[in-house]
């Protein structure tokens, strides 16, 4: 079965400065990795996905992120972030072939003027 | 397009009583899913329908919780009787059979969160 872990459960981050959200996943076959943001409130949208070709996938809002396959890795990074960035981070995984999207614990990003 | 809707949006109910929750997915959704999101945790499956057939509900304590998809569209989460721990955000999610891609992207509705006391 595969899993996923985010180390971080909070990032402060100042306005304008850049920011990585770590994520690590775990699985014994092949992976579809995504990042999702859920601000107050509100469901999951998703900001970005791998599935597979070029390691390093941008998404929406200026994000990006880079598969890492020797690491299990798959962080999320802006080099500048904004107020309204301000919201939680999913990582999640779903094995290749399968439906089902198995989510890390979150990272709350607090972007502070 | 009209996005996945939920209602209601916030529940406070009593321990021992029963709730139930409404989810619409897009229009032409085949695949509907309820998630559980416990405060501080990530969103766990409880259930998969694809039409109005169930894919996966292999987390879904089946002794309080209930869910159908009778026409294959919209769908009703039920929990009877509640316990403190089944307070969470409960979102639904749809997605397309089949995508160009392969890999079919979840849309998810703002959820209802639910209060036991």
């Known amino acids: 079965a595969q899993s996923v872990t985010q180390l971080d459960s909070q990032v402060p981050v100042f306005e304008e400065a850049p920011v990585e959200l770590r994520c690590n996943y775990s699985?014994?076959?092949?992976?579809?990795l995504f990042w999702y943001v859920q601000y107050p409130n509100q469901g999951l949208q998703l900001l970005l996905k791998?599935?597979?070709?070029?390691?390093l996938v941008k998404g929406i809002n200026g994000f990006e992120a880079e598969f890492n396959k020797s690491q299990t890795s798959f962080h999320l990074r802006k080099p500048s972030v904004h107020i309204s960035d301000t919201a939680e981070y999913f990582c999640?995984?779903?094995?290749?072939?399968?439906?089902?999207?198995?989510f890390g614990t979150g990272t709350q990003l607090k972007v502070e003027l | 397009e009209a996005g996945v809707a939920q209602s209601p949006r916030y529940k406070i109910i009593e321990k021992r009583q029963s709730v139930a929750f409404w989810c619409n997915p897009i229009?032409?959704?085949?695949?509907l899913y309820w998630y559980q999101q416990i405060l501080g945790q990530g969103p766990k499956l409880l259930i998969q329908?694809?039409?109005?057939?169930?894919?996966?509900d292999s987390q879904l304590p089946k002794d309080r919780f209930s869910a159908e998809r009778l026409k294959g569209v919209d769908s009703t989460l039920k929990i009877q009787p509640a316990k403190l721990e089944d307070s969470a955000v409960y979102l639904c999610?749809?997605?397309?059979?089949?995508?160009?891609?392969?890999?079919?992207?979840?849309?998810f509705g703002p959820g209802t969160r639910l209060t036991v006391l």
């Open positions: 229009s032409g959704h085949a695949t």
């Open positions: 329908f694809q039409n109005n057939g169930v894919v996966d």
């Open positions: 699985s014994s076959v092949s992976v579809y």
């Open positions: 999610a749809s997605s397309t059979l089949r995508s160009r891609e392969g890999v079919n992207e979840q849309f």
């Open positions: 999640a995984v779903r094995k290749g072939g399968g439906n089902k999207l198995t």
């Open positions: 791998y599935l597979s070709g070029s390691t």
